[in-house]
């Protein structure tokens, strides 16, 4: 016997006992967003790799550790999956040119793929839902996407989220700051690691993200970007400030945070729990004005964020939050010769009043049946055999709760059955 074949580490199956939580979120997601009038973009998986390249940059740890990458054997083409959404949505909006017809407030959510090392919440295939603003140059666009977030963790009940926030000003700030931290680590290469000396003179600000400990005196006592933002970058700062102090948003101004992408300028900002361990980080973003040029596009301001939903799902359990949708509301019960004539039109009737029903297949007697009935987590079952034929009727009886079981025509079966779920809470 052959051995059984396994999923790829890290990308994982979502069983049905599982997919309910992600139904359950997905649906306030979804309202969210449209509350807030965010238009779905749907793109492809798959993307040219040298779209991520040229976005997220070529010295980055995605471009060079983590992209799945490989060449199209029909054409030899450079192919990706893609490792996050911001360069696809900005492609979709330069190749169909939606900025003519003016901003766009737009939302993605999908499966994007890392070859990390597998942990909780860290998996090589994971899910995202981006948020990506096109058109505004304004700090309040940056404000809303942390108001939006706030809103949201009200939304599901959460807590214990804190919220970190950075400015990394414009080019021409980033430019001195990168030629006074070439200066200092260079002065100071002895010691640091194998990758911050491969960064040195590619992308020196990526140092101060470095999480080895070894370093972490010399990247604290390196310049600050602080120190050569212009007066223009510190309004647009300020002005986020106060929105979020007039919403009573808290947050902690951290000058170390830049993020792990090249295209971010201005506003940077990360939603954080204390609850997840390493893998804190729920929610991430900025502003990004440089990109849609960078990739070809005609030049247009531009901010967004993602949220990890494996890791927001598992706040929300450690959180013990309520998850639990709806259960199937009918499960049918039947025998008999005559009764095979009527079931399908029963369970019709019964979808169509939008009751969702469980038809019973692969026959057993009713004892066997009302096993399965139960075990199904159906609120109601309806019975039908010759009895029921013969008084053209049908039986119902609850499995949740101590109602007597009783007959009823099928209009009056399915009125009782939507009297009772709205009751429900």
Known sequence: MSQALQAVRGMNDILPDQTPRWQWLETRLHAWLAAFGYQEIRTPIVEQAALFSRAIGEVTDIVEKEMYTFTDALNGEQLALRPEGTAACVRAIIEHSLLYQGPRRLWYQGAMFRHERPQKGRYRQFHQLGIEAMGFADAELDAEHLVMAADLWQRLGLSDLTLEINTLGDS??????????????????????????????????????????????????????????????????????????????????????????????????????????????????????????????????????????????????????????????????????????????????????????????????????????????????????????????????????????????????????????????
């Open 172 to 425: 021409t700030a980033r430019a001195r700051h990168r030629s006074k931290l070439i200066a200092y680590f260079t002065a100071h290469e002895s010691a640091l690691d194998e990758d911050a000396r491969r960064r040195l003179h590619s992308n020196p600000l990526r140092i101060l993200d470095s999480k080895n400990p070894a370093m972490q005196a010399i990247v604290e006592a390196a310049p600050k970007l602080m120190d050569e933002i212009d007066d223009i970058a510190i309004a647009h700062f300020e002005t986020v400030q106060r929105i979020l102090r007039a919403h009573d948003i808290a947050f902690t101004i951290n000058p170390r945070l830049v993020r792990g992408l090249d295209y971010y300028n201005h506003t940077v900002f990360e939603w954080v729990s204390h609850q997840l361990g390493a893998q804190g980080t729920v929610c991430a973003g900025g502003r990004y004005d440089g990109l849609m040029a960078q990739m070809g596009g005609k030049p247009a301001p531009a901010c967004g964020f993602a949220i990890g939903l494996e890791r927001l799902l598992l706040l929300c359990e450690i959180q013990a939050i309520d998850m639990k949708t709806p259960p199937t509301d009918v499960y049918i019960v039947h025998q008999g010769e005559a009764a095979q004539h009527h079931v399908w039109q029963i369970a019709r009737q019964l979808r169509q009043a939008g009751i969702s029903t469980l038809l019973h297949c692969g026959g057993g007697n009713f004892k066997a049946q009302m096993k399965k009935a139960d075990a199904s987590g159906a609120r109601f079952a309806v019975i039908i055999g010759d009895n029921e034929i013969a008084a053209q009727q049908i039986t119902l009886k609850s499995l949740r709760l101590d109602l007597p079981q009783q007959a009823y025509c099928a209009a009056d079966a399915i009125q009782h059955i939507l009297t009772f779920r709205s009751s429900q809470p």
